[in-house]
């Protein structure tokens, strides 16, 4: 049984000798597409239901999800942010509920990996690096058979509420050019929202340097996030935003498993939940093919 949060591990990137169909027909399948599961805003507190919000249900709706995804062949969990309500002026409190959650997470068969939200400061820097396994809050991490993918996790709360500091932007700039360098799709994590059409009331305060870097880099295919507890989505400039609807929203429940395929990603969605299916604008069969020819033909200086 794998812990509840722990860090990535690396792994190789594609072999250069590969030919993009073997490495199509090996890595995608049209019955055995890799999946993960998605979690947003959990917000455990041991506490009652507060306008609509049911946070001591949580565990119950948390437990529920555990079991649906350890019934299926899931790569990941991806959890994206505020996993407790927390208690801003009572860290103790926020750590023990922190705890009681987690306890939960460790349930999942599958490895895990967290994003930071804002309501999950409250158990304080040190004490979520600690339990989430991680040295820092933004990182990538990389999935045995879905070769060609590449994950990033960002930290929205690290230069304030809803702001990457200038120094994540930099550092995402450049994890994203090494993905394209290698021909990898990108799909982006983290708790806030970058565009007012996937997250009506709330979202990154300062997007436009992410969105900056997106831009330029031209190989993301979606930005997953939480925060916005209705949800949202919206396609544009080829990269799909999706906001998942929060678990703590009472009565029903809602979480989601996705499906990397080669040219779509699908997202079933449970309880609340909204299933999409998502057409890539540059499938991954032709990033692929794209990565092969740049190796066979390599610019002349």
């Given at each position: 049984?794998t812990?509840?949060?722990?860090?990535?591990?690396?792994h190789?990137?594609l072999a250069?000798a590969?030919?993009?169909?073997v490495?199509?027909?090996?890595?995608?399948s049209a019955?055995k597409p890799?999946q993960?599961?998605v979690?947003a805003?959990?917000q455990?507190?041991?506490?009652?239901?507060?306008g609509?919000?049911?946070y001591?249900?949580s565990?119950?709706r948390l437990a529920?999800?555990?079991?649906?995804?350890?019934s299926?062949?899931?790569?990941?969990v991806?959890e994206?942010?505020?996993?407790?309500?927390g208690y801003?002026?009572?860290?103790?409190r926020?750590?023990?509920?922190?705890d009681?959650?987690l306890?939960?997470?460790r349930?999942f068969r599958?490895?895990?990996?967290?994003v930071?939200?804002n309501?999950?400061?409250t158990?304080g820097?040190?004490?979520l690096a600690?339990a989430?396994?991680?040295?820092?809050?933004?990182y990538e991490f990389?999935?045995?058979g879905a070769?060609?993918?590449r994950?990033?996790v960002?930290?929205?709360t690290d230069?304030g509420?809803?702001?990457l500091s200038?120094t994540?932007v930099?550092?995402f700039r450049a994890?994203l050019?090494r993905?394209?360098a290698r021909?990898?799709?990108v799909?982006?994590?983290?708790?806030?929202?970058l565009?007012?059409e996937?997250a009506?009331?709330?979202?990154?305060t300062?997007?436009?340097p992410?969105?900056e870097?997106?831009?330029a880099?031209?190989n993301v295919?979606?930005?997953?996030?939480?925060?916005?507890?209705?949800?949202?989505?919206?396609?544009?400039?080829?990269v799909?935003?999706?906001?998942?609807k929060?678990?703590v929203?009472?009565?029903?429940?809602?979480y989601?498993?996705?499906?990397l395929e080669?040219?779509?990603?699908r997202?079933?969605?449970?309880?609340r939940?909204?299933?999409?299916?998502?057409e890539l604008?540059?499938p991954?069969?032709r990033l692929l093919?794209m990565?092969?020819e740049r190796r066979?033909?390599?610019p002349r200086?």
């Amino acid at each position: 049984m794998t812990t509840a949060i722990r860090k990535p591990v690396p792994h190789a990137a594609l072999a250069a000798a590969l030919a993009c169909a073997v490495l199509c027909a090996a890595v995608y399948s049209a019955d055995k597409p890799v999946q993960f599961g998605v979690v947003a805003d959990v917000q455990y507190a041991n506490k009652g239901e507060a306008g609509g919000r049911g946070y001591g249900g949580s565990l119950c709706r948390l437990a529920d999800c555990v079991s649906n995804f350890n019934s299926r062949p899931l790569a990941f969990v991806i959890e994206l942010g505020d996993i407790i309500d927390g208690y801003p002026q009572d860290v103790a409190r926020s750590r023990k509920d922190l705890d009681d959650v987690l306890g939960v997470f460790r349930q999942f068969r599958q490895p895990c990996h967290a994003v930071i939200g804002n309501h999950c400061l409250t158990a304080g820097t040190n004490t979520l690096a600690q339990a989430f396994g991680v040295p820092t809050f933004h990182y990538e991490f990389t999935v045995a058979g879905a070769k060609g993918w590449r994950f990033i996790v960002l930290d929205g709360t690290d230069a304030g509420y809803g702001i990457l500091s200038s120094t994540q932007v930099a550092w995402f700039r450049a994890t994203l050019e090494r993905a394209k360098a290698r021909g990898e799709r990108v799909l982006c994590f983290c708790h806030f929202a970058l565009l007012k059409e996937a997250a009506a009331d709330f979202r990154l305060t300062q997007p436009e340097p992410v969105l900056e870097a997106i831009s330029a880099a031209g190989n993301v295919a979606a930005w997953f996030a939480g925060h916005e507890h209705n949800g949202g989505y919206v396609f544009t400039n080829g990269v799909h935003h999706v906001t998942f609807k929060a678990m703590v929203e009472s009565p029903s429940n809602a979480y989601a498993v996705v499906g990397l395929e080669a040219e779509r990603i699908r997202v079933t969605g449970f309880g609340r939940e909204e299933s999409r299916t998502l057409e890539l604008a540059t499938p991954l069969t032709r990033l692929l093919e794209m990565d092969s020819e740049r190796r066979e033909n390599p610019p002349r200086r």
